[in-house]
C-alpha cells in the first residue's frame, strides 16, 4: 500500500510547443503562446486573446493517425499520450496491467458545436458523427485505443482540477494493486461553448493576462493536453533508464464555498496544499518551487496567494504561473503543469511568471520573475484548483 | 465495505417510499422519467429555484442517503455521470447558437459543468473533504465506486458517499433516438422482455450510496468485490471475466443466491444475457432491473439500490417479474451490466452476518 510511484514518461502539447523540447525552449527563453485568436470561429476573435496549439487539425492527423474528424481535444490528448508513453520506453508494455486515467472538461464539444447549429433549427438535421463522442468519455476512449490500453479506462471531469486529479487516481490505482503502469493526465480544446461561458462570467482578460500581478484583469484561455506514466516500482526497475522523480503527495480538498468564486482565505486551496505535504511526509520549507494554479483573475490568486501565505510564511519557495505562457488550459491544465513540475526538477530550472509588474498589495510575496536554472530543485508543489470549489495540488520529488 | 444507506430517485417509487417496490410503474413510452419528491422541506426554497432538475434530483437523493446513515460529514463525496448536467448544456449551446454568442447569461453556464452536483452536496454541507467526478460512460458510476473503495482501504476514509445521476433531456431523447438506441413502437416498460425488437427505453436516475469500512447494525449489505471490463470480443471471454471475478471472491455460481442482469429489451444487445443464461447461469435464480429504470450509462447504480434493497428486505420485490420459486433467504447477489456491450460491469453483495 505504501509503494512508491514513479515518474517514467511525460508529454505534453500546449500553444508554446508540440512536444517537451519546444514547450521547454519556449519556457526558457520566456516566448508566450498567447495570441489573437486564429483557429476558433468565434464573433469575440479580436476582442479576446488565447493560447491556441500551432496545429490545425490536419496536421494533428499527420502526428497522430487519428482522424481529424474526431474531436481535436481527443488530437491533441493523443499526441501528448503518446509521447509520454514514448518517453517512458516501456518495452514489456503488453504484458502488463495498464490503464488510461483521462481528464477534460467539455468532452468533443468542439464538434457538438457544429453539430447543434443545425440541429436547432431543425432536429432532425446535424450530422450525428459530430456529436457521437459529445460525451468527456468518448474523447478517452478514442486515445485508449490509439495507446493499446486493455485494462482500465476512466475520465476525470472536476473543472479546472480535473488532470490534477486524474494523475492521483491513476496513481493510487497502481498503490491498490490494480495496474502496473497507467498514464494519466488531461487534454481539452479550445471551444466556443468555454469562451463564452467564461465571457459571461467577466473573468477573461482583453489582453495578455498577468497572473498574481496587483493590476491583473482576468484569464487567457489555451488549449492542450498533458500527461505522466506512472508505474510501479516492480515496473520502474525494469526500465533502461531508471526514472529519478517520483508522485511524492497529493491531496484533493473541497473549498464549499461558493460554485464558481473561492473562498477569499483560499480555504480549500490551503487545505489541498496542506494536505499534499502531509501525504508527501514534507515540510514547506521543503518545498523549492510551486508551478500556481495562477489563472491572473482576481478572486484565484488573492486566495490562493492567500492561502499560500498561511501555509508558508514567513519562508517562501519560488513560484510562478506558467499559465501567463499556455493560457488557463482548464481540463488540460493540471495534466500540462505536472509535466512542467516534473521538468523544473529534471531540468533545476525555475520558470519565469512573465509579465509581472507590480506586487499584488495583499501578499508578502512576489513569485519569480525571472527564468533561473542551475538550481537544486527537489520537490515541486503543483496545484489546481476549479469551479465547484474543487481543490488538487500534487507534489513530484526527486529520487 | 458495508452499505449502510441509499437515497434513490427514479422512474418508480423509490425516494422516501417505505415500501419496497409494491407494484411496476407502467409507462407506454420509450422514455422513462424520474417521479421526482416535493423538494419543499428537503432542500432551501431559495436553492431550489436556481438548481436545473438533475442537480435537485441528485442534491435530495444524496440528503436522503446521509439522513438515512445518520451522517452530516462524509470523508468523501464521489459521483459518476455519463452525460454531466445536459438540460443547463443545452440552454447554454441553443442561447449561444441563437444570439449569435451574444447577451449571454452565466447562470447555465455555471450549472453546465460535470461537478455541479458534487460541487452542490459539497457547498450545501460545508464539506471541505475528497470530492471527485468521473464522467466515463457506462464506466461512470463503477469507477466512482472503486474511487470509494480505494480511499476506504487506504483508510483515507472511513466513510464516503457515492453516487451516479444522469438525466433525460428532450435534446439528448431526440438525438440518442436517432442514433437508434431507442424503440420505435410504442411499447409498455412491462412488455419489453417479450416482445424483443430493436432498442431499449431511455431511462434516468439519480442513486446514492453511504459505504463505510465499519460495520454499523443497520447496514443493508455489504459490497464484496467490483470488477470492470471494456469492449470483450466474444461472450466467451465475459465468461472468463465472470468466472474469475467469482474465484477472486471466492464464492461459487452455486453460491450465489441471485443475479441481476441488465437486459434492455434491444434484441441484439440481449443476445449476450441469453447466452449466459442458457450456459453459466443456467442454474441460477435471475432477474431484470431495466424495465423499471430504463436504459442510461449509470443504470447499474439502480441495480446496486435492487440488490442491496433485496438483501435488506429479504424479498425480491412484487414490481419485478419474476418467475422462479422463492426458494431460500438471499445472501448473495451477483450483477452483472453491460452498457451496448462496451462497458461491463460485475457488482457482488452479500448479506451482513451480524
Known amino acids: 500500500m505504501s509503494e512508491t510511484i514513479f515518474v517514467a514518461g511525460t508529454g505534453v502539447i500546449s500553444a508554446i510547443g508540440n512536444n517537451i523540447s519546444e514547450c521547454l525552449d519556449a519556457l526558457k527563453n520566456s516566448r508566450t503562446g498567447i495570441k489573437h485568436m486564429q483557429r476558433l470561429d468565434s464573433v469575440h476573435k479580436n476582442k479576446f486573446p488565447v493560447a491556441e496549439v500551432n ?64 440541429y436547432f433549427k431543425n432536429n432532425q438535421k446535424g450530422r450525428l458523427c459530430n456529436v457521437v463522442n459529445h460525451e468527456c468519455g468518448s474523447i478517452t476512449e478514442l486515445v485508449a485505443y490509439q495507446l493499446g490500453i486493455k485494462d482500465y479506462v476512466t475520465t476525470i471531469s472536476t473543472a479546472c482540477s480535473s488532470s490534477a486529479n486524474a494523475i492521483f487516481f491513476g496513481a493510487r490505482l497502481i498503490k491498490n494493486n490494480i495496474l502496473d503502469v497507467v498514464i494519466a493526465g488531461g487534454a481539452d480544446s479550445l471551444t466556443k461553448f468555454t469562451l463564452n461561458g467564461f465571457n459571461t462570467l467577466m473573468i477573461l482578460d482583453e489582453q495578455f493576462c498577468q497572473p498574481f500581478d496587483e ?10 493536453a498533458g500527461y505522466v506514466v506512472l508505474v510501479s516500482e516492480k515496473v520502474a526497475n525494469t526500465l533502461n533508464k531508471s526514472p529519478f522523480i517520483k508522485l511524492s503527495g497529493y491531496c484533493n480538498a473541497n473549498d464549499a464555498y461558493h460554485q464558481t468564486a473561492s473562498s477569499p482565505d483560499g480555504n480549500g ?48 519557495p519560488k513560484m510562478s504561473s506558467t499559465k501567463a505562457f499556455t493560457g488557463h488550459t482548464l481540463g488540460a491544465s493540471g495534466g500540462i503543469e505536472a509535466v512542467f513540475s516534473i521538468l523544473a526538477i529534471q531540468e533545476g ?34 496545484n489546481s484548483f476549479g469551479f465547484g470549489g474543487n481543490c488538487s495540488s500534487l507534489i513530484f520529488s526527486k529520487i | 465495505m458495508y452499505i449502510r444507506a441509499t437515497g434513490n430517485i427514479s422512474p418508480q417509487h423509490t425516494y422516501g417510499h417505505p415500501l419496497f417496490l409494491p ?226 471472491n471466492t464464492i461459487t455460481l452455486k453460491e450465489i443466491d441471485l443475479i441481476i442482469i441488465g437486459k434492455n429489451g434491444d434484441e441484439k444487445l440481449d443476445r449476450v444475457y441469453d447466452c449466459l443464461q442458457s450456459e453459466i447461469f443456467s442454474q441460477n435464480v435471475i432477474i431484470n432491473y431495466k424495465n423499471l429504470c430504463g436504459e442510461y450509462p449509470t443504470a447499474t447504480a439502480f441495480a446496486l439500490w435492487l440488490a442491496v434493497n433485496i438483501i435488506k428486505f429479504g424479498k425480491i420485490p412484487k414490481a419485478i417479474d419474476y418467475n422462479g420459486v422463492s426458494t431460500s433467504k438471499i445472501k448473495n447477489i451477483l450483477i452483472y451490466n453491460n452498457y451496448l456491450n462496451k462497458h461491463h460491469s460485475l457488482l457482488l453483495l452479500s448479506e451482513c452476518k451480524n
Do not use: W
Open chain 1, 55 to 118: 496545429l490545425d487539425n490536419e496536421s494533428l492527423e499527420s502526428l497522430t493517425g487519428l482522424s481529424s474528424l474526431k474531436s481535436r481535444t481527443a488530437l491533441l490528448s493523443l499526441v501528448a499520450a503518446k509521447e509520454a508513453l514514448y518517453n517512458a520506453g516501456i518495452e514489456n508494455f503488453d504484458n502488463l496491467r495498464t490503464g488510461f486515467v483521462s481528464a477534460n472538461s467539455v468532452g468533443g464539444m468542439d464538434k457538438s458545436e457544429f453539430f447543434f447549429t443545425e
Open chain 1, 215 to 224: 493590476n491583473r484583469r482576468g484569464l487567457n484561455l489555451g488549449e492542450g
Open chain 1, 269 to 316: 486551496s490551503f487545505l489541498a496544499m496542506s494536505g499534499a505535504l502531509k501525504k508527501s511526509g514534507l515540510k514547506p520549507e521543503d518545498i523549492n518551487y510551486i508551478n500556481l494554479h495562477g489563472t491572473g483573475t482576481q478572486n484565484n490568486d488573492i486566495a490562493e496567494g492567500s492561502a499560500i501565505k498561511r501555509l508558508f510564511s514567513p519562508i517562501y
Open chain 1, 349 to 382: 530550472i525555475v520558470y519565469p511568471n512573465l509579465r509581472l509588474q507590480t506586487q499584488m498589495k495583499e501578499l508578502p510575496f512576489l513569485p519569480e520573475p525571472n527564468f533561473l536554472q542551475n538550481l537544486n530543485i527537489k520537490h515541486v508543489l503543483s
Open chain 2, 23 to 248: 407494484e411496476l410503474v407502467e409507462y407506454v413510452d420509450n422514455r422513462l422519467s424520474c417521479i421526482e419528491p416535493d423538494y419543499k422541506g428537503i432542500i432551501d426554497a431559495k436553492q431550489i429555484r436556481r438548481m436545473s432538475r438533475i442537480i435537485r434530483m441528485g442534491v435530495a437523493s444524496a440528503l436522503e442517503c446521509l439522513q438515512e446513515a445518520g451522517i452530516d460529514m462524509p470523508d468523501a463525496i464521489i459521483t459518476g455521470t455519463s452525460y454531466g448536467c445536459l438540460e443547463d448544456t443545452g440552454i447554454f449551446l441553443s442561447r449561444m447558437i441563437e444570439y449569435n454568442e451574444e447577451l449571454l447569461t452565466p447562470t447555465s453556464f455555471i450549472q453546465s459543468t460535470h461537478n455541479t452536483i458534487g460541487a452542490q452536496i459539497g457547498l450545501l454541507l460545508q464539506c471541505n473533504n475528497y470530492n471527485n467526478v468521473f464522467v466515463h460512460s457506462g464506466f461512470s458510476f463503477e469507477s466512482a465506486l472503486l474511487d470509494g473503495i480505494m480511499l476506504l482501504r487506504e483508510k483515507e476514509a472511513s466513510n464516503v458517499l457515492i453516487g451516479a445521476i444522469d438525466e433525460i433531456t428532450n435534446i439528448s431523447h431526440s438525438i440518442l433516438n436517432r442514433m437508434g438506441l431507442y424503440k420505435q413502437n410504442r411499447i409498455s416498460n412491462k412488455e419489453i422482455f417479450k416482445n424483443k425488437s430493436k432498442g431499449s427505453i431511455a431511462g434516468e436516475g439519480a442513486t446514492f450510496f453511504l459505504l463505510s469500512n465499519e460495520s454499523s447494525n443497520t447496514d443493508y449489505a455489504k459490497l464484496i468485490g467490483l470488477r470492470t471490463f471494456y469492449k470483450p470480443q466474444k461472450v466467451e471471454d465475459i465468461k472468463k471475466e465472470i468466472l474469475i471475478f467469482l474465484e477472486e
